[in-house]
């Protein structure tokens, strides 16, 4: 428990201090490049999700079966071999999907975007150079997922964090003082993203490497992963297809200029994620390690410590920013036009991205478990049925629709992640259970929210009102994060030893 709660607390801080670093950045990445430039930005970021397609499939197979041969003794020697074939293959398909990333940026790049201030060279250019970041920055997910596998999270959270900062406060320093184009930010993203790449690649084989020969490419260790790995891949792919297909339609259907309100809003709202995913990563490998022992009952007492705690973490910021969506965009961007054009969508957005990421505990328990065929069938069921509902709700109200549309999706894929686990584990009580870990900290911090709200109506000045947020936030996170058992009884203990009599 030692070591899950030093990989939590560490995988918390490094995506916290990612969010409140991404938060302070956009404005000024707006401000110097243009809602237009963000908005290519906001694209980029669609197309790390669509290129990580073979980055989740391959490394969710990496940490899995890495956690799964570090946690049974004798085996740790398959290690390796297992590393040095998922490289030989990932790198080989991830340069191909990257050079047709090239050749589609170059014939297409300049006529796909409705822009007005940018040029169509300039469009063009951006995007052959956010094609070789791509292929810079992608493989980094292998390598970090073999060191979570090895459960040595705090040290990949602290290199995430390093090169995160050096990503985004050099290309800020660069659009300030040099030139205010999108061009030097992903070159420089370029230069950050090989320099990510090589260094958690040489920590991590410095952690598994063997005293003898260097490992050779096996097919043996490949064949051990190619299920998980290719349902992984057919899960990814269904659920990038979903996930950004958003992103992908408006840029095509609405002006740049309307889709950089959305993309603005959905980075505050996936700032949600940047809380939940680092969670969920210390928990799964623990997840994968029950299954291999078979010890079914902590499993299930982890699983809801897990959902506890996602939920409690989650909503307090979801109820805070939905309920002041345009006076949060206000304070943080300094511009009324966008507060007024984001914040529609930020209120949307916010509570389907908050529902999806407590979807995530459930999701990983069923990865430990190898029951991938239940998921796919789930994302195929609503790939059919919300693409028609997703283009629909785009034609008839914009970016609005399309938020909605996605507030669905998480909805539905909350219900069943949630059902699939119950019937593998038979937990007791299921509704009052779904009600104590999810109704009841939405409630409480939904309560919060709403004080807190009556409160800022007569807050000024932007310095002001973030403090005064910031202090309903931590209140609201208290309140809920009490309604967790684990902690409440932990809590409890430490005040009875503190005050038990000494002699």
């Not at 589609?104 to 040029?119: H, I, R, T």
């Not at 959902?307 to 939905?322: E, H, K, N, R």
């Not at 509902?389 to 999706?409: D, E, K, N, P, S």
């Not at 019937?423 to 900290?441: E, K, Q």
Request: glycine fraction near 8%; include cysteine.
């Amino acid at each position: 428990m030692t070591r899950l709660r030093e990989n939590i607390s560490a995988n918390i801080l490094s995506n916290v201090w990612s969010t409140a670093l991404a938060l302070l950045l956009t404005p000024l990445y707006v401000k110097f490049l243009g809602v237009e430039g963000y908005g290519l930005i906001g694209f980029y970021l669609s197309w790390i999700a669509i290129i990580g397609i073979l980055d989740t499939g391959i490394s969710a197979a990496a940490m899995r079966q890495i956690a799964w041969l570090s946690a049974r003794s004798g085996e740790e020697s398959g290690i390796p071999p297992l590393l040095r074939s998922l490289e030989v293959v990932y790198w080989g398909v991830l340069l191909l999907a990257g050079l047709a990333t090239l050749v589609g940026a170059w014939f297409f790049g300049a006529e796909w975007f409705n822009a007005k201030d940018l040029s169509a060279s300039v469009v063009k250019e951006a995007l052959l150079l956010m094609g070789v970041s791509l292929i810079a920055q992608i493989p980094s997910g292998l390598y970090v997922s073999g060191l979570m596998g090895l459960q040595h999270q705090v040290i990949a959270s602290a290199l995430l964090a390093f090169f995160g900062t050096m990503r985004g406060i050099g290309a800020l320093l660069l659009v300030w003082l040099v030139a205010p184009d999108i061009r030097l930010f992903f070159a420089w993203q370029i230069i950050v993203s090989l320099l990510q790449t090589g260094t958690v690649r040489w920590y991590l084989w410095g952690k598994i490497r063997p005293t003898g020969s260097s490992p050779s490419f096996s097919l043996a260790a490949l064949s051990s992963v190619r299920a998980f790995a290719g349902g992984m891949i057919v899960i990814t792919v269904l659920s990038v297809v979903m996930t950004q297909a958003d992103k992908l339609i408006l840029s095509k259907l609405i002006s740049l200029r309307m889709f950089g309100f959305y993309v603005l809003a959905w980075t505050v709202a996936s700032g949600l994620s940047r809380v939940g995913t680092p969670l969920i990563q210390a928990f799964s490998p623990r997840f994968t390690e029950l299954v291999s022992r078979g010890e079914e009952n902590l499993l299930i007492a982890q699983h809801r410590l897990a959902s506890q705690l996602m939920c409690a973490l989650i909503f307090p910021a979801t109820a805070l920013i939905s309920l002041l969506a345009r006076p949060i965009l206000a304070a943080w961007t300094g511009s009324i036009e966008l507060a007024m054009g984001s914040s529609p969508i930020l209120t949307i957005l916010t509570v389907g991205v908050a529902i999806s990421v407590c979807s995530f505990p459930a999701l990983s328990v069923l990865y430990a478990r190898h029951q991938l065929r239940p998921v796919i069938l789930v994302n195929v069921g609503l790939l059919l049925f919300w693409l028609p509902l997703l283009l629909t709700a785009v034609r008839h109200y914009g970016a609005v629709g399309a938020a909605y549309a996605w507030l669905i999706y998480a909805v539905v894929v909350y219900c069943a992640y949630q059902m699939l686990e119950q019937r593998n584990a038979h937990y007791p009580g299921f509704f009052a259970r779904i009600g104590r870990d999810f109704l009841t900290p939405a409630t409480i911090s939904l309560l919060v929210a709403l004080i807190a709200t009556a409160s800022l109506k007569d807050v000024n000045g932007r310095v002001r009102f973030a403090a005064v947020l910031a202090l309903w936030l931590v209140v609201s996170w208290a309140a809920a994060l009490l309604t967790v058992r684990e902690l409440r009884t932990m809590l409890a203990g430490s005040v009875k030893w503190q005050m038990r009599p000494s002699h």
